[in-house]
Nanobody, 126 residues
Framework: QLQLVESGGGWVQPGESLRLSCTVS????????LGWFRQAPGKAREGAAC????????DYSDSVKGRFTISRNNAKNTLDLLMNDLKPEDTGIYYC???????????????????WGQGTQVTVSS
């Protein structure tokens, strides 16, 4: 069964950068459509970015567009999220997720994803 393990979270000050990684085990990172989701305290889980299985096509929420970059690292079999110019509102638990139904497009809806990691905490505060 597919396993996803996130890493790279931590505490940073506003304006700084972080790179999250999601290690994919037992399958190739190319075999799935993948996404990064986040959940702030007291709020619903939201899709920050996704990347399609083929293409690839990427999609970002308006709140992270231009600051975050999602990518696959085939050599390491990971899904990465480079986050620049971090803001306090980016604080939350970040999850990676995978699904195999879509091919050329990707969804940022959590209900479309079957496999989830345990999450990594990102805190942006001065």
């Amino acid at each position: 069964q597919l396993q996803l393990v996130e890493s790279g979270g931590g505490w940073v000050q506003p304006g700084e950068s972080l790179r999250l990684s999601c290690t994919v085990s037992k399958f190739s990172v190319d075999d799935y459509t993948l996404g990064w989701f986040r959940q702030a305290p007291g709020k619903a889980r939201e899709g920050a970015a996704c990347i399609s299985r083929y293409g690839p096509t990427t999609d970002y929420s308006d709140s992270v567009k231009g600051r975050f970059t999602i990518s696959r690292n085939n050599a390491k079999n990971t899904l990465d999220l480079l986050m620049n110019d971090l803001k306090p509102e980016d604080t939350g638990i970040y999850y990676c997720a995978a699904e195999r139904k879509s091919i050329l497009a990707c969804s940022r809806r959590p209900e479309d994803y079957a496999y989830w990691g345990q999450g990594t905490q990102v805190t942006v505060s001065s």
